[in-house]
């Protein structure tokens, strides 16, 4: 069920990408480092823990209103409160973005997770839809970033799937051509139903800072 969706949701970015031939191209690739900090209460208690992960980041700019990216990241989270375990974090996206007016783009994609600790793999899989506003600062040289929206289809395995799923962050671009650097903070939360008079939520907040090129216009 959760590849069907993704599924779906590559195949609809897809079909919204312009002929390449048609348009001039922009190309930008980073290097991502990120502290991330896993908050899960289960009603008996919070588990925290926390690390930093390591990726990169790939995009690609059909003209001026339409951009197709995506981003992996992989490293260890540890504990930080006696409930938690150590785990391990993989995670990889893609996220189709239309400029509705020039501040604002309209986005879609879809994300594969997965929590490795020494007794089970838990994955999540979603689908996220939402809105990124964009400033321009500096003639055009730095951006603000503040970006919001839904998960209106999440999948855990293991778990009943979660009833709310938002996302929200803030953060800076800047571009020195052929350089580009970004720091971005997200906070994503989920809300399970209840189960035997107990409510779970789980909450993951990242703090990313990447570093690359970019190629074209």
């Given at each position: 069920m959760s590849g069907r969706a993704l599924g779906l949701v590559v195949v609809a970015i897809t079909l919204c990408a312009?002929?390449?031939?048609?348009?001039?191209?922009?190309?930008?690739?980073?290097?991502?480092?990120?502290?991330?900090?896993?908050?899960?209460?289960?009603?008996?208690?919070?588990?925290?823990?926390?690390?930093?992960?390591?990726?990169?980041?790939?995009?690609?700019?059909?003209?001026?209103w339409f951009e197709l990216g995506g981003h992996g990241f992989v490293g260890t989270l540890t504990p930080d409160s006696t409930f938690a375990t150590e785990r391990r974090v993989t995670e990889a996206d893609v996220v189709g973005s239309l400029t509705a007016i020039p501040w604002l783009a309209l986005q879609v994609g879809g994300s594969i997770r997965s929590y490795e600790g020494t007794l089970a793999r838990q994955r999540w899989a979603s689908v996220r839809v939402g809105g990124e506003g964009r400033l321009d600062l500096a003639r055009g040289r730095m951006r603000g970033i503040v970006r919001a929206g839904l998960m209106p289809y999440v999948e855990v395995s293991g778990l009943t799937n979660p009833t709310t799923a938002l996302y929200a962050g803030a953060g800076l671009e800047i571009e020195l051509r052929?350089?580009?650097?970004?720091?971005?903070?997200?906070?994503?939360?989920?809300?399970?139903?209840?189960?035997?008079?107990?409510?779970r939520s789980e909450q993951l907040a990242s703090l990313t800072a990447g570093l690359g090129i970019a190629l074209g216009r």
């Open positions: 312009p002929p390449v031939g048609a348009q001039r191209l922009g190309m930008s690739g980073l290097v991502l480092g990120s502290r991330m900090e896993h908050r899960v209460n289960a009603g008996l208690g919070v588990e925290q823990a926390s690390g930093f992960v390591f990726g990169g980041q790939g995009r690609v700019r059909f003209g001026s052929p350089f580009v650097a970004c720091i971005i903070y997200q906070l994503e939360r989920y809300d399970f139903p209840a189960q035997a008079g107990l409510e």
